[in-house]
């Protein structure tokens, strides 16, 4: 019969279902695994990465619980975030109603993929019984300091009408989203206090070794840890002083210039001291820079900007006066907000110096080399070398300078050494609507009032109007918004800014552990049974976002008692899956090469899309869709359907019992003996140690193809034969698993194939008969022969050099020695 797909998929995970086949729990005689994919957002519909991330997690899933492990695997869906209320303007509807009809129609595409998730375990972070506990974490980082509000410049897009964290101001200095360029603001914004982790965040790094190195060196870039100096430098004649740090303070001395940043507050007081026409100069060029991406502020080679302020900073280190500017490329949240320029040694005050007509004075040069001229020098001189023009400090090498005057700032009360990080604070307030809300009220009495926890959660009215041209529907909700305060009863005003989606995210992973908890976000008894995360897959887009973040979490959650001490670290293993591409170019709807899974399944067949997409390419790296190869990968199951069908009388007789390999003869059934257990040997290992799924699922073909060739199928014939179809269907049924159930069961097997015990190699079966080795003179190829497999390395050399060949070849040469790999070659060396 044909490979009706349409019959077969439906039927097993209606089985499954029945059955509670994935439905984990804790069971001490297992070693545990938790598989787990980034949850997805609810945007409508899975897209490709959708389906090639989910066949990946759903394969590692089944392939480990088939080895014996007790496997958790969860799904959910980061359901908060601005998409909804985009498209809630969009389609007239409220992002609740938009995202709930998502939800539902994406859990429906996941369960046509067959994916073994425990269904029991979702979580949507937009309903109360979730964000509650967002809130209640808030409350927790608030008591200890860990959440707190400013006022800042902070990164603002226009399009989304929110502020964005560092991390979301991408490429070109413009919205992750919706690629609108970023400019600054100054508002009241709550952070988290992230910086107080950054040591930790960077150092335990070096423990993930199941992370790609990639991951690890974007995210040791983007926590940054310097060595340096942090002091002070006074302004001249008016009280005021400026706080720097830097690494270099081994070349104070060729301090000629101080830069602050547009956003920096001295701007402002330095501005009071001014004349009006120069204090109108200086805050149009601050208000200009501020405005300006920071990507295009620190651009290299860039076109520097500044202005001078009139004012002079007291090089601490001489006593020299030096002008005060302020520059484009100083970035407020970047260090201080201001530095010492030193052009001589940094390329950027280089160019700065250069263009404004600054000085420069060399403080470095080479060991054997004179002091530079600032006249003739082209360049900043950055490598280290041997201080000059710097004092009591001539001749030190740089590192030692750099020691020696540190100790000296230090001693002297100029400054102290210390470490910083380029990681800042984590910025989480929204002005948006759909989120979570953020759990304080505003007293004119008692000022800030966290909301008690008795109160949470604090839930978003649904009732909300969400403004046609964007912006904070709760605003609109005067009911909402005022409210008594919970210390002395007055009128107060609830805080109308949401946190940041990825407050959801950081945590969602404990949450799966025990989804209905009321009394907790999770239990502790399931964290630790089940955490850390084994394997977590999902893009390297998230390197600096999400992934820093859960890390954060759960350090936090570590330090609130809520988990063991020892679990600081989230996720042991971490797999970033390539993009899907089409026509040279990732799968975009603005690009129209976008290929629908739901058409794709309905077409062919969820096992045939699971198994094209595994086979395509090694999962960390793109995929190139091809219409030919889905058609390929659905032949290929047809083929392993008419293996079954065609050949089910022969099966259901054959004997189960494994015959050994040293009962077969006959070189076809003994070959097919082998090719099953190499095949079984060679699949575990691509998909446990190696991950090169699309290898495994090559050596499957080869395994059918030899099944189907084979011809000898009475006697022990049969029972190999048998034994073959079964290692094939066991080792197929992760990446197809409906097709893999309906043969196993048409072989007369009543339990589940997804539960049944994956296959082991018999090592005995592995070994050749023999082997192919090659003859070397002087490492040139001459000759090859057929030998016994498992000769030793002298009975080698006597098998090849007793062949009448190996004689014609060496025939009045010196034989000096001969080198010898069983198995392998044999290499004369002669002259």
């Not at 077969?8 to 729990?25: D, M």
């Not at 040791?220 to 310097?226: A, F, K, P």
């Not at 270099?248 to 001395?253: A, L, S």
């Not at 390539?578 to 794709?600: C, Q, T, Y």
Request: glycine share 8%; net charge negative; hydrophobic share 40%.
């Amino acid at each position: 019969m044909a490979y009706d797909f349409s019959a077969i998929e439906p039927k097993w995970r209606r089985i499954w279902e029945e059955r509670g086949a994935f439905c984990a729990s804790r069971d001490e005689r297992l070693p545990k695994f938790y598989c787990l994919e980034m949850f997805p957002y609810p945007s409508g519909a899975l897209h490709m990465g959708h389906l090639r991330n989910y066949s990946i997690g759903d394969l590692t899933a089944r392939f480990l619980r088939m080895n014996g492990y007790n496997v958790i695997y969860p799904i959910g869906f980061d359901s908060f975030g601005m998409p909804a209320e985009n498209a809630a303007i969009k389609m007239k509807t409220h992002p609740a109603e938009w995202t709930t009809r998502n939800i539902d129609h994406m859990i429906e595409q996941l369960k046509s993929m067959g994916c073994s998730y425990d269904w029991k375990r979702v979580v949507k972070t937009c309903m109360p019984d979730y964000y509650r506990w967002s809130q209640w974490f808030f409350l927790q980082m608030y008591k200890r300091g860990l959440a707190y509000r400013k006022h800042a410049p902070v990164n603002w897009c226009e399009a989304c009408g929110t502020v964005l964290a560092n991390e979301q101001v991408i490429g070109d200095g413009v919205c992750w989203r919706c690629d609108t360029p970023v400019v600054k603001k100054g508002l009241e914004q709550w952070f988290l206090r992230i910086t107080d982790y950054a040591g930790e965040l960077l150092d335990c790094l070096d423990e993930l070794n199941g992370w790609p190195e990639r991951v690890l060196t974007m995210q040791r870039n983007w926590i940054g840890r310097s060595e340096g100096v942090r002091f002070d430098i006074a302004v001249a004649d008016s009280g005021l002083s400026i706080e720097a740090f830097t690494t270099r303070i081994d070349t104070i001395f060729g301090m000629t210039f101080v830069s602050i940043a547009a956003e920096h507050p001295l701007v402002s007081e330095l501005a009071e001291r001014m004349a009006p026409d120069k204090r109108a100069e200086v805050l149009e060029f601050a208000s200009r820079m501020a405005s300006r991406s920071a990507i295009d502020r620190t651009a290299s080679g860039g076109d520097k900007m500044g202005i001078d302020t009139g004012f002079e900073a007291i090089n601490p280190a001489n006593g020299r006066r030096v002008p005060i500017w302020i520059a484009d490329y100083i970035l407020m949240d970047y260090g201080t907000g201001a530095i010492m320029g030193v052009p001589a040694h940094d390329q950027r005050d280089f160019d700065f110096a250069r263009k404004f007509g600054l000085g420069i004075i060399p403080v470095v040069r080479s060991e054997d080399a004179p002091i530079p001229d600032p006249g003739a020098m082209s360049r900043a001189t950055e490598a280290d070398g041997v201080s000059c023009n710097s004092g009591p400090f001539d001749g030190l090498p740089t590192e030692k300078a750099i020691e020696k005057i540190g100790e000296w700032f230090e001693e002297r009360g100029w400054g102290k050494r210390e470490t910083q990080y380029r990681l800042r604070d984590w910025l989480i307030s929204r002005q948006r609507y759909w989120g979570t809300p953020i759990p304080v009220v505003y007293c004119d009495r008692c000022g800030i009032v966290p909301v008690p926890e008795e109160l949470l959660p604090v839930e978003l009215p649904l009732d909300a109007v969400i403004p046609p041209n964007g912006g904070n529907a709760l605003l609109g909700c005067p009911d909402w918004v005022n409210t008594v305060c919970p210390n002395c009863g007055a009128p107060a005003r609830r805080e109308t800014d949401t946190m940041d989606t990825f407050i959801c995210s950081s945590w969602y992973f404990f949450r799966y552990l025990s989804p209905g908890l009321d009394s907790g976000p999770f239990s502790r008894s399931g964290a630790d049974y089940w955490m850390p995360v084994d394997l977590y897959i999902g893009g390297i887009e998230h390197a600096c976002l999400h992934l820093i973040y859960a890390r954060f979490f759960t350090k936090v959650i570590s330090d609130l008692g809520l988990t063991a001490p020892d679990l600081r670290e989230p996720f042991t293993g971490l797999l970033t899956q390539g993009m899907v591409i089409k026509d040279g170019a990732k799968m975009s709807k603005s690009l129209g090469n976008v290929v629908d899974p739901d058409e794709i399944i309905k077409k062919y067949g969820a096992d045939t899309a699971r198994l094209f997409i595994l086979f395509a390419s090694p999962p960390d790296r793109s995929l190139d869709w091809s219409d030919k190869g889905v058609e390929g990968a659905h032949r290929f199951l047809g083929r392993v359907c008419r293996l079954v069908e065609e050949n089910l009388t022969e099966l259901s007789s054959a004997s189960v019992e494994r015959v050994p390999m040293d009962k077969l003869a006959g070189a076809e059934v003994r070959g097919l003996k082998r090719l099953i257990h190499s095949t079984v040997d060679r699949v575990t290992r691509d998909i446990r140690d190696e991950r090169q799924l699309n290898t495994a699922v090559a050596r499957l073909m080869e395994l059918c193809n030899g099944l189907a060739a084979f011809s000898h199928k009475g006697g022990d014939g049969a029972a190999v034969f048998r034994e073959g179809v079964e290692a094939l269907l066991l080792c197929l049924c992760p990446f197809c698993p409906h097709i893999s159930e309906e043969l196993w069961q048409m072989l007369g097997h009543g339990e589940l194939l997804s539960l049944s015990k994956w296959p082991e190699a018999d090592g005995s079966a592995l070994s050749v008969d023999s082997v192919t080795v090659v003859l070397q003179v002087n490492g040139k190829l001459r000759e090859q022969y057929s030998v016994p497999s498992g000769l030793s390395r002298d009975e080698l050399i006597e098998r090849v050099m007793s062949e009448e060949a190996t004689r014609k070849r060496v025939e009045g040469m010196e034989i000096v020695k001969v080198i010898a790999v069983p198995d392998k070659l044999v290499n004369v060396v002669a002259r």
